[in-house]
């Protein structure tokens, strides 16, 4: 599901709603889960998981294409963990 598949979802099931407005609430949203997450914050949604930012120390890694060793710099990187209820949904139990 993308996010205009997302927005045209909520703006049929709320019918008193303006499109523009349901746009509106869904960017508000995503605008503020990635405010918290480049703060460093965790972001948990109840039953849906948690989101948050893990650091990758600076490491040597290798060029796939040449073999030679190439320096890699450190750097945070998004991480999602499910919660119960979707993980249970998604097992089908």
Known sequence: MIRSELTDTIAEQNPH???RDVERIVNTIFDRIIEAMSNGDRVELRGFGAFSVKKRDA?????PRTGEAVQV???HVPFFKTGKLLRERLNGK
């Open 73 to 75: 710099e450190e750097k």
């Open 59 to 63: 490491r040597l890694g290798r060029n």
């Open 17 to 19: 709603l303006y499109q």
